[in-house]
């Protein structure tokens, strides 16, 4: 049974969520932009991991069934997006938890943290885009639509579907339709004021948080990743990262979780045995 509910957040916007599972022991999913919480379904529905966690997955600020901004310059920067995370996280009953975070939704965790009132156990990053002094933001990231999809409003269908093609391995019709659907459900104010963001490179160092906190890491890629480069963090030595390695999954792209479920959730039940044990 799926349970629905909306959290006010002070200074800034209601954010929708949606949990399964009966646990006091949360695992929170954290989506990217222009995305929403549906991109969770196949972790939100495994039954091994609804019975032993909480399975929390919530549409940011600006997105799907969350409330828009009227100080979007405010609300819709990377530092008012995470302030707003960090607030929806502090209203949850839950301080047992761990995080996970996609695309660029791993950013919002990483600027995040710091406000957090209970900090998390552990940290999840799939198709992670941290960003620093040694690798900024925008170069990361491949060649793409992805900026034209954010700052054009609307941008083209066949701009559109070409973005929506490069999140997965083999995307299907229903998958293509359904992302569309997520771009059109976010505020455009979102979009221009995120994109503003992203061409600039990003101003915090997220990658040096990461490497200096004590908080356990998993980080997961697909093989077959095309929206940031998939060897960029191999260099770059993590404090606690889980078993030493990160995680490529083979016939996987950006949205791993999507493509391999089977296997994105067993590591993330791995995962979460150990660090909400």
């Known amino acids: ?33 222009l ?55 502090n209203a949850m009953p839950w301080k047992e938890y761990m995080l996970v975070g996609i695309s660029s939704g791993t950013s919002l965790i990483t600027e995040a943290l710091p406000h957090l009132t209970v900090a998390p156990k552990g940290l999840l990053f799939a198709g992670a885009s941290i960003a620093g002094r040694q690798v900024p933001l925008n170069s990361l990231l491949m060649s793409s ?3 034209q999809v954010l700052t054009a409003t609307p941008p083209s269908d066949a701009v559109l579907t070409t973005y929506t093609k490069r999140l997965v391995y083999k995307p299907t019709d229903k998958f293509i339709a359904g992302v569309k659907q997520y771009y059109y459900d976010t505020d455009p104010v979102f979009r221009t004021t995120f994109g503003e963001y992203i061409r600039a490179g990003g101003s915090t160092d997220h990658i040096d948080g990461i490497q200096h906190s004590e908080l356990p890491l998993c980080l997961v890629m697909g093989q077959q ?21 990160i995680f490529k999954v083979p016939a996987a792209g950006h949205l791993v979780n999507y493509d391999q479920p089977q296997v994105f959730n067993h590591l993330l039940w791995q995962f979460a045995e150990e660090v909400l044990k």
Request: charged share 25%; net charge negative; glycine share 8%.
């Open 35 to 89: 995305q929403q919480s549906a991109i969770w379904d196949q972790q939100l529905k495994d039954e091994l991991l609804q019975e032993q966690f909480r399975l929390v997955a919530l549409d940011l600020p600006g997105h799907g069934r969350s409330g828009r901004s009227a100080q979007p310059e405010q609300d819709y920067s990377m530092e008012g997006m995470a302030r707003q995370l960090a607030d929806c996280i």
């Open 1 to 33: 049974m799926e349970n629905i509910a909306t959290i006010p957040v002070k200074n800034g916007v209601p954010i929708f969520t949606r949990s399964t599972g009966q646990s006091g022991k949360a695992i929170i999913f954290i989506h990217g932009g």
């Open 225 to 245: 990743e095309t929206v940031v480069k998939v060897n960029y963090l191999d260099g770059i030595s993590f404090k606690h990262k889980w078993k030493d390695t």
């Open 145 to 147: 639509p992805f900026d």
